[in-house]
């Protein structure tokens, strides 16, 4: 009898301590026990890898550039060939009138496109602060120009919600396709306003909100891509402390505007 209980001890032991190693080794009581789904884990890991200090909305044009695939066409598309057939960079940089000596800040400044255009124009003692929240794009523009030669470029590694420009250090802000991108426009506008030195400028070229042909060839749906236009752009800015200082109509589904630090 004094046996059987003894057996009867051992049998239940082992099968509890069975048990338990069985839970321990299986992914699908780990995540009953954590209440949390595998696979949303796994996601949000990868994110915080790459880009640790940056939110990724889903909605927002950025969100492409989050993945290998979504950078390389997004690269490719800045640099395109045929560009210049619509850009008309050589129109706009004569108007930024330019000088040597110049900080020129190009806010999300991606693969550098107008970037080296700007680096040799501020020359002697020029530099431009490119700015983008991409470190993968900021890699590639330092490629390119240091392949031409190019010294006066300085990259910033900046955030959703700040240039993360200094104070009162910069006589330029050029920002070109981008201001749609911006998620949080007002603390952007607030950073490049305490950026610019007094008589500073930003200059904004970007998507009018219509249809237009290079958006149709890349299939991207331009309605919910190009979430601001000229309009909705010039009562932003002037809200925050800038005022209208020129409009250009040159380019053909683009707006280009030039705005220069309000008083106080
Ligand atoms: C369509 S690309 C334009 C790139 C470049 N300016 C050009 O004309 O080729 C938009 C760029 O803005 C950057 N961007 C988006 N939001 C930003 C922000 N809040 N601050 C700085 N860069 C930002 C993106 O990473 C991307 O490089």
Known sequence: MRFMKSLMVILATTALALCLACAAADPASDEAANDEPAGDEAASDASVETH??????????NARYFTPDGREAAMSAFEE?????????????????????????????GTGYFTRQIAPLIEPGGVVLAVDIIPEFLED??????????TNVE???????????????????????????????????EGMLAALRPGGRMAIVDWERMPNPLFERDGLDWESHIRIGSQGVIDQVTEHGFRLLEQYDFLEWQYFVIFERGEG
């Open 155 to 189: 990259t910033i590694l900046s955030r959703a919600d700040s240039p993360m420009l200094p104070e009162g250090s910069v006589d330029l802000i050029f920002i070109s396709d981008t201001y749609h991108h911006f998620d949080q426009p007002a603390p952007m506008l």
């Open 141 to 150: 523009l330092e490629r390119r120009a240091g392949e031409i030669g190019i």
């Open 52 to 61: 640790a200090t940056i939110p990724v909305d889903p909605d927002s044009p």
């Open 81 to 109: 060939d045929d560009r210049e057939t619509w850009q008309h960079s050589e129109e706009i940089l004569a108007a930024l009138a330019l000088e040597p000596g110049m900080t020129v800040a190009d806010v999300g400044a």
